[in-house]
């Protein structure tokens, strides 16, 4: 069996979460299944690491890059226009006419996009595809993304054409169901696998205090604002006096240095930005790994905290109790931030017995997540639309 996976998500993203999970699945595809990416270019790091794709060309320049170079709307339509109808050698240009030209060849069985992009569907002829939902983001917020954002009105046609539908989560499922109106049994939910467990019992500690970690992007729905509420409000705290808040992610904007200082509390707060092995080891000291967000069509740092020994405090919303099991904590914020003001405490002031027992309960919790099974179930689908 021969699928295809086009160049869209590692175009897109030089890292992050969807082309990840893609290389993921497809570096663990069980013996007898050939995978493509049709691709000329990218500086996407996992792809580049994985090796999936051999002779694979650096960008010399793609549209992130032109919009550093040459701001402005009229700029931007210029070189959308020139790289779609124009033989250049920019990598939009290249990966969009390989993909196309490796659709209309037809060497293949099945075809995977990894983003929402239709073009391909005119060069698709009868061959089956199966389509990615990994969350709903622009459904579910519009006031932020806008009712024009052309992801909706990209999905909403992809998922009335595909053959199959996979979901990362019974969250994500659910929410295509009742946004999309798309019939249950077309839908197929695989969960991410997780990263391995390893020990750095013998790597020295990054950050010498006592520590919360927040990780990742800051926007609207992350809730970090109330976080950083939830903290203020027990940090003066005796118990809590040598407790700090470490980020990860972008650093911090004027605003957000403007609110951390409104809440008295720029002497507590830590900015990194870590290597990957860096990251693991801010998991392993921390007290515990805080995930605020009000909505993730998975939530990958869940499995990235069990993996490395850290305990985990997450909102009780969307994918994460279906992720997170019994081997998290919950709060709601329904009434306010007390419920995480309160957890905040009970993790700064636990004894190591009942740290161990949170560590051991997120391993066993880590152990039902593998990409060996996600790739298998993967499969499974692809027979399926034959």
Request: glycine fraction near 8%.
């Amino acid at each position: 069996m021969k699928i295809l996976y086009d160049h869209q998500a590692f175009q897109m993203q030089y890292f992050g979460g969807v082309s990840k999970c893609f290389c993921e699945l497809i570096s663990h595809l069980p013996d007898g299944v050939q995978a493509q990416i049709s691709i000329a270019q990218s500086n996407n790091v996992h792809l580049r690491e994985s090796g999936l794709v051999k002779g694979l060309g650096n960008v010399t320049m793609d549209h992130r890059m032109w919009n550093e170079k040459h701001p402005g709307r009229l700029m931007d339509i210029l070189y959308l226009a020139a790289s779609k109808y124009l033989d250049l050698p920019t990598a939009d240009s290249q990966n969009r006419r390989m993909t196309n030209r490796m659709l209309k060849q037809g060497d293949y069985d099945v075809f995977h996009p990894t983003y929402f992009k239709p073009e391909f569907l005119k060069y698709l002829g009868k061959k089956p595809f199966v389509l990615t939902i990994h969350d709903m983001m622009p459904e579910l917020y519009p006031q932020y993304y806008g009712s024009n954002y052309p992801d909706i009105a990209w999905k909403k046609q992809l998922v009335k054409r595909a053959d199959a539908i996979v979901a990362v989560s019974e969250c994500t499922k659910n929410d295509v169901i009742k946004i999309l109106g798309v019939p249950e049994e077309k839908i197929t939910v695989i969960h991410h696998g997780g990263p391995a467990s390893e020990s750095h019992a013998m790597v020295p500690r990054i950050v010498n205090e006592r520590y919360l970690l927040y990780v990742g992007q800051r926007m609207f729905y992350k809730n970090f604002t109330r976080l950083l509420e939830s903290f203020s409000a027990v940090a003066s705290r005796e118990d809590m006096s040598d407790v700090l808040l470490v980020c990860t992610g972008a650093p911090f904007s004027d605003g957000e240095k403007a609110l951390i200082a409104r809440h008295g509390i720029s002497d507590r707060i830590v900015f990194m930005h870590p290597t990957d092995a860096e990251m693991q080891i801010l998991y392993r000291d921390a007290l515990a790994f805080v995930y605020p967000s009000g909505y993730e069509g998975f939530g990958m740092p869940i499995l990235e905290a069990f993996a490395n020994g850290c305990p985990v405090l997450l909102n009780d919303a969307s994918s994460f109790p279906e992720v997170g099991g019994d081997a998290a904590r919950y709060f709601r914020f329904d009434n306010g931030v007390g419920e995480l003001s309160q957890l905040l405490v009970e993790v700064a002031t636990e004894g190591e017995e009942s740290r161990k027992e949170w560590v051991k309960r997120g391993l066993q919790r880590l152990g039902m997540f593998s990409w060996e099974k996600s790739a298998q179930r993967l499969v499974n689908v692809y027979k399926s639309v034959l």
